[in-house]
């Protein structure tokens, strides 16, 4: 099972960018999906999440800005940020809490995957 984080760059202040997080692999079911974020000289900083029902939560330093969603048929999550500040320049990466099943032996694995991350940077 492999994630995937993709859709950084560089941008200025003002626009916008969507980040995505692809997941692969022999997965039975995904449960809940997280972005976190963390910036130069800084700790982690967990951005936003969403349930496989659709329920989400943000970080109040993105509330009305960015905004988390997900498509289960294609394991995928995405972050759509909006407004975006010098402040938000960082490496965004994810994970999601999956359940797989082994083909071979049909044993079931429940893990967190991460996600490499992926740039994004700010100008102002």
């Known amino acids: 099972v492999q994630l995937q984080a993709s859709g950084g760059g560089l941008v200025q202040a003002g626009d916008s960018l969507r980040l995505s997080c692809a997941a692969s692999?022999?997965?039975?079911?995904?449960?809940?999906m997280e972005w976190y974020r963390q910036a130069p000289g800084k700790g982690r900083e967990r951005v936003a999440s969403?349930?496989?029902?659709?329920?989400?939560n943000c970080a109040d330093s993105v509330k009305g800005r960015f905004t988390v969603s997900r498509d289960n048929a294609k394991y995928t999550m995405y972050l759509q940020m909006n407004s975006l500040k010098p402040e938000d320049t960082a490496v965004y990466s994810c994970?999601?809490?999956?359940?797989?099943?082994?083909?071979?032996?049909?044993?079931?694995?429940?893990?967190?995957?991460w996600g490499q991350g992926t740039l994004v940077t700010v100008s102002s």
């Open positions: 994970n999601a809490n999956i359940i797989s099943i082994d083909k071979d032996t049909g044993t079931i694995h429940a893990l967190k995957a």
């Open positions: 969403i349930t496989s029902g659709g329920s989400t």
């Open positions: 692999g022999s997965i039975s079911r995904i449960d809940e």
